[in-house]
Every structure is written in structure tokens, then in C-alpha cells.
């Protein structure tokens, strides 16, 4: 799973050395038989060693060991990806994720008096509503702060830790100028047209008409990536709460209070992730549903070419020592040896498989 999502930056590390290319080249290509292969030979593992009167025990230490790979592991890796995206597409989601965790925290202290879901009695509504609020407010001023850094906005093309991230900002980082006309066409798609559909069909429009026409010609400054932080936030606020409630569930329903004790007061690693889980898969559904645009990188190229057979990566190979020639970035000699050497090389697989067809 996680080398599914690292695999065109993974290329780009193992074809900058021939050895590396040879040792790596075809388990990049047949990574996901590999990966299908282990875990078929831990099935069959686990079926031939299943004993009479264990076998409660061993169903259920299964089931566990696919509960955490469900729950842990596949929501993790896409913590992975959206790192890859962009440092700010981790940080800013898990940072809401713990903002609207404070928030409620304080509000339900200081106003809490409705309780808000038996699974824990002391979550109360006005906990849950002043972290939304909270929450929403954060990820405007934190997205704007955030999109100021190229080591936040830079998506990473190569699994390196040390080099510096240098790019060209996208527009979704850089200040506009807003008006309230535009607004709504900010936020992705279907909340423009609930919003049309509300201005023109919603209660009290008739009254709010003239505020809203007044109001039309006030612009304002800001980055599309902070509207985009709002909707995040909102599911921050919103819907990953509840796995927190899903994991006090498990708990109570099997007595325990923690799932470890590696934090002081606050359980295990678990304890704390328990809702981060469940915002990363939203964040990198979100990102490439509504932000991602196709764009061609050195790494998705290199991963489609070793798809290729040998013969078509040679011809690729030719054709684009001719393209770089064209341009004048390779001299010709240089390219009619590359040529030669080509067509030598192609000949020789022409003859190997004539003689194998022979045989």
C-alpha cells in the first residue's frame, strides 16, 4: 500500500544509478503481485497451522491483525501521500484535527451542560459547537500563514530528506482578490450550486435580496487554499470526531481504558490518532478529487516507461536522444552512437527470440 503511493518518487531515486535500476526495475514493476504473493502465503500459513481448541483464539487474533490493518495501516498511508503532495496537506489537517480537540475541550468546560452521545458522557453540544467554530476560524488565518512557505506548498518529486524544496508556487497558494459575486464559485463543486439554489429558491431571500446586491461590490484578499481549509476544517469539526466515538466504543466493549500506555495521561499512540485517521483519508480524497490537477512529473513518466516492453523502451529511448538533438541539449555525435548502439541491442533481442521460436 505505502509503495503504491511512493512509487513514481521511488523511480526517480533507483533509475539514478544503472545497479539500482537492475536490481529494482522489475520488482517496481510487479510490486503489486509481490505485496499479493506474501500476504497469500501468511493465509495459507495461518490455515495450516490452525490446532483443535484454539481455534477461537486463532480466528481472533486474526480478525485482529486485519482490524489493524484496516483501522492503522491503509488510512496511515495516506498520510504518506499527502506528505508527498505537500507538506501543508498533512500538517494542516492533523493540526485541525487537535484545534478543534482544544476547542471543544475548553468550551465544554467553561458551557457544557447538554450531553452529546452516550459512547462519552462528557462530550456535550456546546463542546462540539464551539470546536467547530473554533476550528473553521483557525484554518483560514493557519492555511494563509502555511501557504507563505515553499517547504509547505513544494510537492516532493523524490524521496530525498535533506535537499531543499525549491518551486514555483501554485496559484492555489498565492493571493487574489475576491468579491462576494465570486465567492461561492471558491469552494468545490456541489456547494456553488446548493448556494444558487438557496439564493434563488431559500426563506427569507426575499428579505436578505437587497443586503446581499449592497454587499455584491465588497472584495476582499485572500488564497483559494484557505477556502479550501474551511471545508476541511469542517469535517475536522464535524465528522472526524466520531472516530473518537468509534474508539470508545471499542474500549468500553472490551474494558479497557487505553489502548496503551506509551503517553503519559493520555494512553497509547492510538489514542491520539484516532481521529487523525479518519481525516487523512478525507484529506487525500479531497485533494485529489478537488485540488490535484494532472500534471506530468520525471517520476510518472519513468513509472509508465517500465511498463514498456524492451523493444518500446529502446525505440522511446532513440526518439528522445533525437528530440534533445533537435533541441540542440545533446550534440549529434553523441546521439548517432546512442543510435548504434540501439539498433545493435535490437537486433540482438530480434535474434535471441527468433532462435528461442527455432528451438
Known amino acids: 500500500m505505502y509503495l503504491r503511493f511512493v512509487k513514481n518518487q521511488l523511480v526517480v531515486e533507483i533509475t539514478s544509478s544503472a545497479k539500482l535500476a537492475h536490481l529494482f526495475g522489475w520488482i517496481m514493476r510487479r510490486h503489486s503481485l509481490i505485496a499479493y504473493s506474501l500476504y497469500t502465503a501468511g493465509f495459507v500459513t495461518f490455515v495450516l497451522r490452525l490446532q483443535k481448541r484454539m481455534y477461537t483464539y486463532q480466528f481472533a487474533q486474526y480478525a485482529w ?4 490493518l484496516l483501522v492503522v495501516f491503509i488510512p496511515s ?7 508527498f503532495d505537500g507538506l501543508m496537506w498533512f500538517l494542516l489537517p492533523c493540526s485541525l484535527v487537535i484545534i478543534n480537540d482544544i476547542g471543544a475541550y475548553l468550551f465544554g468546560m467553561c458551557f457544557g451542560h447538554r450531553k452529546l452521545i452516550q459512547l462519552s458522557p462528557k ?3 456546546e463542546g462540539f459547537i464551539g470546536g467547530c467554530l473554533t476550528t473553521v476560524v483557525a484554518s483560514w488565518y493557519l492555511a494563509g500563514f ?3 512557505f515553499k517547504w509547505m506548498t513544494c510537492p516532493r518529486t523524490d524521496l530525498s530528506v535533506y535537499s531543499w524544496l525549491d518551486c514555483e508556487p501554485d496559484d492555489l497558494y498565492k493571493l487574489r482578490m475576491y468579491s462576494l ?3 461561492q464559485d471558491s469552494f468545490p463543486h456541489p456547494i456553488p450550486d446548493y448556494l444558487d439554489y438557496w439564493r434563488q429558491h431559500g426563506p427569507l431571500m426575499q428579505y436578505l435580496s437587497p443586503l446581499l446586491s449592497a454587499l ?9 487554499m484557505q477556502f479550501h481549509a474551511v471545508v476541511l476544517a469542517a469535517f475536522a469539526s464535524i465528522i472526524a470526531p466520531f472516530g473518537g466515538f468509534f474508539a470508545s466504543g471499542f474500549k468500553r466493549g472490551f474494558k479497557i481504558k487505553d489502548f496503551g500506555d506509551s503517553i503519559p495521561g493520555h494512553g497509547g499512540m492510538t489514542d491520539r490518532m484516532d481521529c487523525q485517521i479518519v481525516m487523512a483519508t478525507f484529506g487525500y480524497l479531497y485533494f485529489n478529487n478537488y485540488v490535484a490537477r494532472e500534471t506530468l512529473a520525471v517520476g510518472g513518466v519513468l513509472t509508465s516507461m517500465l511498463q514498456l516492453g524492451p523493444d518500446q523502451q529502446l525505440e522511446l529511448f532513440s526518439k528522445l536522444a533525437n528530440i534533445l538533438a533537435g533541441d540542440e541539449l545533446l550534440p549529434e555525435e553523441f546521439v548517432h552512437d546512442i543510435t548504434e548502439t540501439i539498433k545493435a541491442r535490437a537486433n540482438a533481442l530480434s535474434s535471441g527470440r527468433i532462435c528461442n521460436a527455432s528451438l
Open 216 to 224: 455584491g461590490n465588497f472584495s476582499f484578499i485572500a488564497r483559494p
Open 65 to 68: 491483525t486485519h482490524m489493524i
Open 146 to 148: 502555511l501557504s507563505r
Open 77 to 83: 498511508s495516506f498520510f504518506v501521500s499527502n506528505i
Open 181 to 183: 459575486h465570486e465567492l
Open 123 to 125: 462530550k456535550t453540544w
